[in-house]
């Protein structure tokens, strides 16, 4: 059967590492076909990603948006639509950081880190929540963090999205226990990725990887349609690498 998986932000990291497990799926279940619609922001990420998948088997459907700009958001929901005429799995993954003291953070630094972890997270799924619920049918994960839950000293802005989309979560739960539309929350912590920047072997050596992520949320979607995995946490075994 064929299920219409947006990954948002596949072109990199826990993104790409999730689009690739569904894609592997494939291997186990056959009757498991994905169509996976794989957006960021850089085409050249996703013509290699979408590649990737397709060596495994999966179909894919690449879309160059910018998930802060609310035009983008519309142009890629109507997408969805008119090529594809229902979602199956909407993973809000896309997500930016800037990291630095409270005293550090300017405007543009809040704008740039709400206008994608909020304000885009946020009318995307409104966007497709809306088809689900006429389906019946459907699942959206957020890939939030750790710092969702918990204050990290370098990271308010960040935090303070983080926090905002569980209040998302949260209320989109509401809504969604009534039309059949599994909802899961996916907690990580650190995990090696571009967002972290350089890092050196030290720290990495305290580091999860994408796939460790993507494994139990492809875990979670095939699980049967009765059955919600709400909450997935992963954090490095040693611990956070900043423990405030
Ligand atoms: N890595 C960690 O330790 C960690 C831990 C907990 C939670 N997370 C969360 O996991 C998610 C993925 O993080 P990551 O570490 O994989 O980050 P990453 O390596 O920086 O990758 C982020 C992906 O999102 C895309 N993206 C960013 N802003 C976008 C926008 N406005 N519109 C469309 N695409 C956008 C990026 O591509 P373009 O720049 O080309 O658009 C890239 O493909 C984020 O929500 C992050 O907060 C990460």
Redesign the pocket.
């Known amino acids: 059967m064929k299920h219409i998986i947006l990954v948002?932000?596949?072109?990199?990291?826990?993104?790409?590492a999730i689009a690739l497990e569904f894609a592997r799926a494939v291997r186990h279940h056959p009757d498991f076909e994905p169509v996976l619609v794989l957006?960021?922001?850089?085409a050249a990420?996703l013509d290699a990603i979408s590649l990737e998948c397709r060596a495994e088997g999966a179909l894919t459907d690449t879309i160059t948006?910018?998930?802060?700009d609310i035009t983008?958001v519309r142009r890629l929901a109507a997408h969805i639509a008119e090529r594809h005429g229902r979602i199956d799995c909407l993973v809000n993954?896309?997500?930016?950081?800037r990291f630095g003291t409270l005293g550090d953070m300017s405007e543009e630094d809040f704008d740039y880190t709400m206008?994608?972890?909020l304000k885009?997270t946020f009318f995307l799924t409104q966007a497709l929540f809306a088809v689900m619920e006429r389906q019946r049918s459907g699942h959206i994960f957020f890939?939030?963090?750790?710092?969702a839950t918990k204050a990290f000293k370098h990271s308010s802005l960040?935090c303070m999205s983080?926090f905002g989309q569980r209040g998302l979560v949260e209320t989109l739960r509401l809504y969604a226990r009534k039309c059949n539309v599994r909802v899961t929350d996916v907690?990580?912590?650190?995990?090696?990725?571009?967002?972290?920047g350089e890092v050196n072997d030290e720290m990495q050596a305290l580091?999860m990887m994408?796939e460790d992520i993507a494994v139990p949320v492809v875990q979670a979607y095939l699980q049967p349609a009765r059955t919600t995995v709400e909450a997935i946490v992963l954090r490095p075994t040693s611990g956070d690498l900043q423990e405030e």
């Open positions: 948002t932000g596949a072109g990199k990291g826990i993104g790409q957006c960021s922001r850089t990420d948006a910018d998930i802060s983008d993954n896309a997500g930016v950081g206008d994608t972890n885009g890939i939030t963090s750790v710092a960040y983080k907690q990580p912590g650190a995990a090696m990725t571009p967002m972290w580091m994408p």
